[in-house]
T-cell receptor
Framework: DTGVSQDPRHKITKRGQNVTFRCDPISEHNRLYWYRQTLGQGPEFLTYFQNEAQLEKSRLLSDRFSAERPKGSFSTLEIQRTEQGDSAMYLC??????????FGPGTRLTVT | DQQVKQNSPSLSVQEGRISILNCDYTNSMFDYFLWYKKYPAEGPTFLISISSIKDKNEDGRFTVFLNKSAKHLSLHIVPSQPGDSAVYFCAASASGNQFYFGTGTSLTVIP
């Protein structure tokens, strides 16, 4: 069990650029979640997958945000045309059969 | 719509004493609750969970209590240790789908 990994850990980008983050869940976990966390707040749910199926995406922050999990293993979160308000920590988590979520270290995005 | 609330932003406790962290929720459909600990620059770490069919779950120094009628849960840490100093988040879910988090309580355990 190597835990949930995320790449990159930090990303600095200019406003208007596209960014993509990757998450590798714990291998036996079939549910994968994406969250955003800003300073002083708890993680804010964005979307989740069961295997390759995206079961909820209505809480993605705008149509600039999209996520995929094509083979039911790793997942990517893409933000198009980044804005300064997108600066935050983006967290990924996977869930065991008892619904216990295990988080990765996060990707900190800074949009300049 | 903050469905999970942690009304105490911070808490200080002497080493060896009990730490009690509180959490309130509004959605009566929530049936699964979790507590996480978070250190700076790391993702949250799962601590303990409880389902709505129970009112108490214990794991070592950590005990979670659930009062469904009051829509309230608490995390007790006994005895508190300096390494417990961190931000603690509670989270709630309906049927293990979306998870809603509180804003966190920063615990400081004073040696």
């Amino acid at each position: 069990d190597t835990g949930v990994s995320q790449d990159p850990r930090h990303k600095i980008t200019k406003r208007g650029q596209n960014v993509t983050f990757r998450c590798d869940p714990i291998s036996e976990h079939n549910r994968l979640y994406w969250y955003r966390q800003t300073l002083g707040q708890g993680p804010e749910f964005l979307t989740y997958f069961q295997n390759e199926a995206q079961l909820e995406k209505s809480r993605l922050l705008s149509d600039r945000f999209s996520a995929e999990r094509p083979k039911g293993s790793f997942s990517t979160l893409e933000i198009q045309r980044t804005e300064q308000g997108d600066s935050a920590m983006y967290l990924c988590a996977s869930t065991n059969p008892r619904a216990e979520q295990y988080f990765g270290p996060g990707t900190r995005l800074t949009v300049t | 719509d903050q469905q999970v609330k942690q009304n105490s932003p911070s808490l200080s406790v002497q080493e060896g004493r009990i730490s009690i962290l509180n959490c309130d929720y509004t959605n009566s459909m929530f049936d699964y609750f979790l507590w996480y600990k978070k250190y700076p620059a790391e993702g949250p770490t799962f601590l303990i969970s409880i389902s709505s069919i129970k009112d108490k779950n214990e794991d070592g120094r950590f005990t979670v209590f659930l009062n469904k009628s009051a829509k309230h849960l608490s995390l007790h840490i006994v005895p508190s240790q300096p390494g417990d100093s961190a931000v603690y988040f509670c989270a709630a879910s309906a049927s293990g789908n979306q998870f809603y988090f509180g804003t966190g309580t920063s615990l400081t355990v004073i040696p």
